[in-house]
């Protein structure tokens, strides 16, 4: 099982999001723990994460999935009188109803390998805890190195610390940076890593991957878990080693 903040990372989405969900009766974990209040998640509710993400998408609300969920409606019904509703809407909807591809097709072609995050220096947004909120702390990064006239020495990534203590967990955006007084150094001697392909909405394949990998050959990971976006939309994830 995994924690909320375990949860969050693999299913690429904010913890923010899935305490609504929670609430809402939709994606309800599978465990509390009593004493230390935790909520733990097994692997088959990524499946029914991904299907309520993908019905966000299309703009239904939470009260029409969880009548989808619960077998109160039926799904084509729904989508139909979406379709109907607004012609923004239609493409999206006429893409996801033709689309029938299997959630569980493997798209991570890439090999497992133990190497280091190599040593940077970076500017850095801590204030940032949800994954929704990325692409606003990216763009600080950015403004605040052409500001500065700061030369940026490779792509941003994310660090998510602690997932295993739904108190502690953090989740900080790191942008790397040449001759910077006030940057804070990166550096990882040890990880399990794997270059990811697949596209960034399902990065939770090489997190389902690399826990699997350690799980299976013994390796005891940090709870400390990088993820690089490089240009080529390809994505290099990274968890520490003890």
Known sequence: ??????????????????????????LVPVFT???????????????????????????LSLFEIKQILDD?????????????ETDQLLKELKEYRSDKEPEQVEVCTGEIDIKPLERCT?????????RENL?????????????????????????????????????????????????????EEKCVHLHFTGGFSKIRQAHQKIR??????GIRLVERVYEVYNKDMSADVYYAIE
């Open 33 to 59: 723990n009593k004493d230390n209040g935790y909520h733990y998640y097994d692997e088959k509710q990524l499946e029914t994460l991904e299907k309520i993400k993908q019905f966000r998408r299309i703009g």
């Open 212 to 217: 699997k990998y350690a799980e299976e050959t």
């Open 122 to 130: 970076c500017i850095f947004v801590n204030e940032n805890v949800e």
């Open 135 to 187: 692409g606003m702390s990216v763009g600080k990064l950015y403004e605040k190195a052409a500001h500065e006239d700061l030369q940026v020495a490779g792509p941003h990534f994310v660090m998510f610390s602690d997932t295993d203590d739904e108190e502690k967990f953090s989740m900080r955006t790191y942008l790397p940076v040449l001759n910077y007084n006030d940057a804070v150094e990166i550096y």
């Open 1 to 26: 099982m995994y924690t909320r903040g375990q949860f969050a990372v693999m299913g690429n989405i904010g913890r923010k999001a899935l305490r609504l969900y929670h609430e809402e009766g939709l």
């Open 72 to 84: 109160k409606a039926e799904e084509t019904e729904i989508i139909e009188s979406k379709i109907s």
